[in-house]
């Protein structure tokens, strides 16, 4: 399996108020081993930054000025995520960036969702971990993943980041026990099946006393 981490950095908030995409980064990984296969380009985008997006990146219209246009990394692009699996943190986001800038060259390009399959991990850590904080830096902090060299944002560094969260979050008993077994079969030990075993007995439930009742209410 395919699977591309993927995160951009943007001059703004919405696309439809003309903001652009000024870094895109793909981080290969095929059945759950990341690849050199790293894709990684700075854009100019033709208009300035707003200081909101510029504090958040850090990337300077000078810094930009050089770099190339949309329009001559698209084909690139379009061939390095064809046919993957999408990994972003909030895809709406990035999707409606990138999309939006396939549309303004005015050619026939899919949409994006029509040749990938989209995994949002803001989606799925929102399901795991509901009524918690689930920004990047905060699964980092609930994972244990080192994210200290990340002082500002950045579509390659978060995309790194991004994939070991991934691979936390998805690991599951199933990857734990599928490790076990290999260290195991590597060491010439016969891989363990475990039975559940029928019992067929009732469980006795043993209720509170009138004073062990009083004693609680009198604790709280």
Do not use: W
């Amino acid at each position: 399996m395919r699977q591309i981490i993927l995160d951009t950095e943007t001059t703004g908030i919405h696309p439809k108020d003309g903001h652009r995409l000024i870094e895109i980064a793909g981080v290969e990984m095929i059945d759950r081993k990341l690849t050199d296969q790293h894709f990684h380009v700075y854009l100019n985008p033709e208009r300035e930054i707003e200081e909101g997006a510029f504090a958040v990146h850090g990337l300077s219209n000078h810094f930009l000025l050089d770099k190339p246009k949309f329009a001559e990394v698209a084909d690139d692009l379009m061939a390095y995520i064809k046919g993957a699996e999408l990994i972003i943190h909030n895809a709406p986001f990035d999707l409606g960036f990138m999309n939006h800038e396939f549309d303004l060259l005015g050619k026939d390009y899919p949409n994006i969702q029509a040749i990938c399959k989209i995994f949002d991990t803001l989606v799925f850590a929102r399901k795991k971990h509901p009524g918690q904080r689930n920004s990047l830096d905060a699964l980092c902090s609930r994972y244990e993943i080192d994210n200290s060299h990340r002082e500002l944002h950045g579509a390659l560094l978060d995309a790194k980041i991004l994939a070991e969260v991934y691979l936390a979050m998805t690991g599951g008993q199933k990857q734990l026990f599928a490790e076990e077994d290999e260290r195991g079969a590597e060491a010439g030990h016969a891989t363990v099946t475990i039975h559940r075993v029928a019992t067929g007995y009732c469980k006795k439930v043993v209720r509170p006393t009138a004073e062990e009742l009083e004693a609680h209410e009198r604790f709280f």
